[in-house]
């Protein structure tokens, strides 16, 4: 729901704001005060297209900002930018936007009628969807077919149906897991074990030097054991050092097991170049195998080993797999073209009722005489959907953005409205037949897909009409207005009427700072307000006390007839196909 409209320097308006409420509000004022330009200002909240030709001479730049309610309580601000050059900015939760994302946003809230180009019922997908929610049409059977059809496909494209590509790819799988098998891939230590070997191998003329050089340190003449010696005779029985003595005949002893282990390894370490080679052979190649199958480790290598066999195998057993996935697709193909032939059927069947329901509005609502026809095409499951409308006698039924003008497009959508009942979401794009992807039913929700739009902006739907086809016009839309924010750009004080508020828009002079130029203004009136209002709408005389009589008493039975309908629980209802 809009709660909040605010503009600035668009058009003839230098600055507006309206707090609106639930239910029916009608924008009323003279022609070419700026009603449109209020309903202007709504549809670039959701997208539509900017102009700089929008913009109030002298300003710099026009602003509009929407704060909106969703179903689910979340509240959401849009923002639109339109400079007087370059191009216009969007803004949500104040954030910098791309246009569509306000238009995907919008969609799901506003839903516009009239001549402007966010019109859902022009879209097949819309006049689809509202076909199928009229037949209560099931499309979840269809999307689970169509979901089991494209899964088996894929599987088929993985397992590859070309044999000349499976054979290279068997030969390829087989030539590296050979070169993986004979590479004898063991132990995933036995890099760490190699490099130690060669480091051995490779410095053993150099080991074996160093340990005989560490030997004769240790045990020859006049090295360390001759002096660990001295010190032993010097302290020996003298009570101050008991405890340094035991730790010198110790160490001694330690002294002397060091210099014989390195005395015996040094004499085990043996030059072997032949193995030298093997051991650096082995490092080569498994550094050019982990290169090659860009493996860390040899467990990664390993694992493109067990990969590669799991491969051949599979490809083998393509014919036997093969076969099966056919079969299953074959079956899956008839379950896809009978569940589109159902919904067809469903689709077909419930297009006339829907017609008829259609026509019995609008010939209340000022099109005595028009016919609709709803189109669904040859083609199972019957996505062609076009509704055909020839508004007058000896008119030929053409789509409705060919023929519709704006009054009779709102009146249009407005009787589809009241024949598909108060649930009421938009028609639009939800109610395609689902493709692969999809298995959920069409749901009557926003192209969002997540929630139903809940304003609803009428312009012209009065056009051409007066008397009792505009009383007819204002109960339908307070009608709707028990289900959605309804707004409605209206001349007609029949219409205004039944209104559960009222916001009157002006035109004058805007004085000295404006510089003589016109302004528009926009104000929520106050039930004397709609009486004086009303009474200009009737008479042209908004001071007349016969003109305020007759408002007064529209007013009053169009308040009436709002109470008794509410408490009877009436709603717009969906008559029986």
Do not use: C
């Not at 077919?145 to 030969?171: P, T, V, Y």
């Not at 409605?488 to 559960?500: E, G, I, K, N």
Request: aromatic share 2%; proline share 5%; no cysteine.
């Amino acid at each position: 729901m809009l709660t909040e409209l605010a503009v600035t320097d668009l058009g003839v308006i230098p600055e507006l704001s309206l707090v609106l409420g639930p239910g029916m509000t009608a924008l009323t004022g003279e022609t070419g005060a700026g009603k449109t330009l209020v309903v202007t200002a709504i549809e670039l909240l959701v997208g539509g297209r900017a102009e700089a030709t929008m913009v109030r001479p002298g300003a710099g730049e026009a602003r509009v900002q929407g704060r909106f309610v969703t179903p689910e309580g979340d509240e959401v601000v849009l923002e639109r930018v339109v400079p007087a050059t370059g191009r216009s900015r969007a803004y949500v939760d104040g954030r910098m936007s791309p246009v569509t994302r306000l238009a995907e946003l919008g969609a799901g809230l506003v839903d516009l009628h009239g001549q402007h180009s966010h019109q859902s019922l022009l879209q097949p997908s819309a006049q689809r969807a509202a076909l199928d929610r009229w037949g209560s049409v099931d499309l979840a059977p269809l999307g689970a077919a169509r979901a089991h059809l494209a899964a088996l496909e894929r599987a088929l494209e993985a397992l590859g149906g070309d044999s000349s590509e499976r054979d290279r790819q068997i030969d390829l799988a087989r030539f590296e897991l050979e070169e993986l098998s004979r590479a004898a891939l063991d132990d995933p230590d036995e890099e760490v074990a190699l490099e130690a070997e060669e480091d051995l191998l490779a410095g053993a003329v150099a080991h074996r030097l160093a340990a005989a050089e560490a030997h004769e340190a240790l045990s020859g003449d006049g090295q360390a054991g001759d002096n660990l010696a001295r010190a032993l005779v010097a302290v020996s029985g003298r009570a101050p050092f008991v405890e340094l003595e035991a730790r010198l005949r110790s160490l001694a002893a330690e002294l002397g097991e060091v210099a014989s282990e390195l005395r015996a390894r040094g004499e085990a370490i043996e030059e072997d170049p032949v193995r030298l080679d093997v051991v650096r052979a082995r490092r080569r190649l498994l550094h050019q195998l982990r290169r090659r199958y860009q493996a860390a480790t040899i467990a990664d290598l390993q694992a493109v080993e067990a990969d590669r066999r799991r491969r051949i195998e599979e490809l083998e057993g393509h014919d036997r797999r093969a076969g099966e996935l056919e079969r299953d697709r074959i079956q899956a193909r008839t379950e896809a073209s009978l569940a589109a032939a159902q919904v067809g059927q469903a689709r077909r069947g419930a297009a006339p009722g829907l017609a008829a329901a259609v026509e019995a509005r609008l010939r209340t609502l000022a099109l005595p005489r028009a016919r609709l026809q709803v189109s669904v095409g040859p083609d199972d499951p019957g996505d062609d959907v076009t509704f055909l409308l020839g508004a007058n006698p000896g008119e030929p039924l053409l789509p409705l953005a060919r023929v519709a003008s704006g009054g009779e497009l709102s009146r249009t959508m407005l009787a589809l409205r009241l024949a598909l009942g108060p649930a009421g979401a938009r028609p639009d794009g939800a109610g395609t037949a689902p493709g692969p992807a999809s298995t959920t039913a069409s749901p009557p929700a926003s192209p969002s897909g997540t929630t139903p739009v809940t304003t609803l902006v009428f312009d012209e739907v009065d056009a051409g009409i007066g008397g009792e086809a505009a009383l007819a016009v204002g109960r339908s839309l307070a009608t709707l207005g028990a289900d959605f924010q309804v707004l409605v750009v209206t001349h007609l004080p029949q219409v205004a009427a039944f209104a559960d508020a009222q916001v009157a828009v002006s035109k004058g002079d805007g004085g000295d700072d404006e510089g003589g130029r016109t302004v528009a203004t926009a104000r929520l009136l106050d039930s004397d307000g709609r009486v004086v209002e009303m009474s200009r709408m009737l008479s042209g005389q908004p001071g007349s006390d016969v003109a305020q009589g007759h408002a007064a008493e529209l007013l009053s039975v169009a308040a009436r007839e709002r109470s008794q309908r509410a408490g009877s629980g009436a709603g717009p209802g969906r008559p029986r196909p």
